[in-house]
């Protein structure tokens, strides 16, 4: 089975199917029946800046350095007891990297759901890894700020299986590297139809953001065009666009209303400071850890697939 098959049936059956099902020439799906294996899905990508030598393999200083010192860097996310010794990937304590970061979940991400280890990619960059992680497809002649010609893992679950916009989700750490092209491909039988939701919210819920969406501000056409166009382009940034209709994924009225009221709710709890965000030791909170705080909040309101 080539990549593309295997998440076009990972997909639907991460949906809540409990054996593979199978996707007729005619679109029609058939699966077999059975309790589901989790009421929720959630994908979530490495692409750049972690090492195979290091994460997937557990090997550490061993075959690079001469060293043989192996070790699970990763001891939250994967199963694997830590280096034994040479600890230089923690926190600064007597010396740089010395104290190990502490296990905080008593089980793994690993043994929680389903790990790819082997996923390939056509070259070595974030977009390039993200976009075959989302495809399962090497997209040889893909190229940066283009959509990708396949269908995403998104677009599978929401055309077969009858997912609306909201069931569906991207949410991203910011907007660089083509991250906002993800959510659908462009495929004539797929696209933009049957796209997910993109959510960047370290760039919504942030300065620009409660600038220019918090208060759902009007401006005047010809007495305040400097922050409309300021506006046009935060929204050219968020889309990757230089003009014309922005295809945006369609939300019934029903989905909207309830869109606006989390983006409200988001803008209230952030400005109160009471949105709960995981945190590293000494209650430090980067702009990953702020994604996921805020997936976290979209998973509470909207229940994805």
């Known amino acids: 089975m080539d990549r593309k098959d295997f998440l076009k049936k990972a997909g639907i059956a991460a949906a809540g199917v409990l054996a ?49 010192i192996p070790g699970n860097l990763m001891y939250n996310m994967l199963e694997g007891a830590p280096p034994a010794s040479k600890i230089v990937y923690g926190t600064d304590g007597n ?31 974030h977009y390039a890894g993200l976009n075959a992680l ?28 009858g997912v609306p916009a909201t069931k569906a989700w991207f949410v991203g750490n910011g907007i660089g590297n083509s991250v906002p092209l993800l959510n659908h491909s462009t495929h004539p039988d797929y696209g933009v139809d049957f796209g997910a939701n993109f959510l960047a ?10 600038e220019h969406l918090k208060d759902a501000k009007v401006y005047h056409p010809e ?5 409309m166009y300021k506006m046009k ?36 709890k952030t400005a109160n400071n009471t949105l709960a965000m995981p945190t590293i030791p000494g209650g430090g909170l980067n702009n990953d850890l702020r994604t996921i705080g805020y997936a976290c909040e979209v998973i509470r309101e909207f229940k994805p697939a």
Request: without cysteine; neutral net charge.
């Open 20 to 68: 593979a099902p199978y996707i007729l020439p005619s679109g029609r799906l058939f699966a077999s029946t059975g309790g589901g294996m989790a009421d929720h899905v959630v994908f979530v990508l490495f692409a750049g800046g972690v090492r195979q030598q290091e994460s997937v393999l557990q090997r550490y200083l061993d075959d690079s350095q001469g060293v043989p």
């Open 95 to 125: 010396l740089a990297g010395d104290t190990p970061i502490p296990k905080l979940l008593s089980t793994t991400l690993e043994k929680q759901g389903t790990y790819f280890k082997e996923v390939d990619a056509q070259r070595l960059g």
């Open 134 to 161: 989302v495809t399962g497809n090497y997209n040889y002649t893909q190229g940066l700020k283009q959509k990708s010609a396949v269908p995403t893992i998104f677009e599978y679950v929401r055309k077969h299986l």
């Open 201 to 210: 919210p370290n760039l919504t819920f942030g300065r620009r953001g409660r």
């Open 223 to 227: 007495e305040e065009l400097g922050p």
């Open 233 to 268: 382009f935060f929204l050219d940034q968020a889309a990757m666009l230089d003009g014309g209709n922005i295809p945006g994924i369609k939300n019934t009225d029903e989905e909207k209303f309830q869109l606006k009221q989390f983006f409200r709710d988001m803008f209230t």
